[in-house]
């Protein structure tokens, strides 16, 4: 236990150290430099400086949000490896998808066949999609019958 502790308060002096952003120098203890710009660490405790990462040239703490294409968001709830991204947005990739820059509810039946069409989620078990627009099979009393859908 006490080498644990040695190595972790060898590892948080390194981390206090002067550091250069651009031209610029700075005592990382407190700061980190995101993209050229010298900003606040989101939490300076040694421990948790793991979890201090950049978006865009803002520093952020990665254990509750994420960034999208610049845009800081609260991680949203599930398992941690399901939260992507979509555009801007973070959403949870096992009940939903992305879909052109659109969050869309995964559609029922086996995940690998849950594809898109254009900006709309649907089952390849259920509908094809030629050229952006969306055909699919319905069951009319107890017959199959086709429909299709106005191009995405």
Request: charged share 20%; with cysteine.
């Amino acid at each position: 236990m006490k080498v644990l502790i040695v190595l972790c308060a060898l590892a948080c002096t390194a981390f206090g150290a002067i550091k250069k952003c651009g031209d610029e120098e700075f005592d990382n203890t407190d700061l980190m430099c995101c993209n050229g710009n010298i900003t606040p660490r989101p939490d300076p405790n040694c421990v948790a400086r793991v979890n201090n990462k950049c978006c865009a040239t803002v520093g952020f703490d990665n254990s509750e949000y994420m960034c999208c294409d610049g845009v800081i968001n609260a991680r949203p709830d599930g398992y941690r490896a399901n939260n992507k991204c979509c555009g801007q947005k973070a959403f949870d990739n096992l009940g939903n998808m992305c879909c052109r820059g659109v969050i869309n509810a995964r559609p029922g039946g086996d995940p690998a066949l849950h594809q898109c069409c254009g900006k709309v989620a649907f089952s390849q078990a259920d509908c094809r999609c030629r050229s952006e627009v969306l055909t699919c099979d319905a069951v009319v009393g107890g017959e199959s019958a086709s429909s299709a859908t106005d191009e995405m």
